[in-house]
Nanobody, 124 residues
């Protein structure tokens, strides 16, 4: 049974930083592409960042490029999202997701497992 557990969310002022972590179990992590998505109140879930098996390839939604960095530690079965220069519009529930079939993807329905989410709130 796949489990993804996010942590690291919280309340931060605009311009601040947070690092989200997602610990994975029940899958072959080093053969799984991973992604971060977010969902703000009243909005659809949005792709944020994705990373390939060994971290060689990453990609981001335009709105976070240069501010967010996705990385992974396959020895710890963990994927991270370092978020710098946070803005109020980054406020959302952030979800970690695993993609065991399609590889790198921005499409939510190609991810087969999801965490429970962690709240990120950025105050102005």
């Amino acid at each position: 049974q796949v489990q993804l557990v996010e942590s690291g969310g919280g309340l931060v002022q605009a311009g601040g930083s947070l690092r989200l972590s997602c610990a994975a179990s029940g899958l072959t992590f080093s053969r799984t592409s991973m992604g971060w998505f977010r969902q703000a109140p009243g909005k659809e879930r949005e792709f944020v960042a994705g990373i390939s098996w060994f971290g060689a390839n990453t990609f981001y939604v335009d709105s976070v490029k240069g501010r967010f960095t996705i990385s992974r530690d396959n020895a710890k079965n963990t994927v991270y999202l370092q978020m710098n220069s946070l803005k109020p519009e980054d406020t959302a529930v952030y979800y970690c997701a695993a993609n065991r079939v399609y590889g790198l993807s921005r499409t939510a329905n190609q991810y087969d497992s999801w965490g429970q989410g962690t709240q990120v709130t950025v105050s102005s």
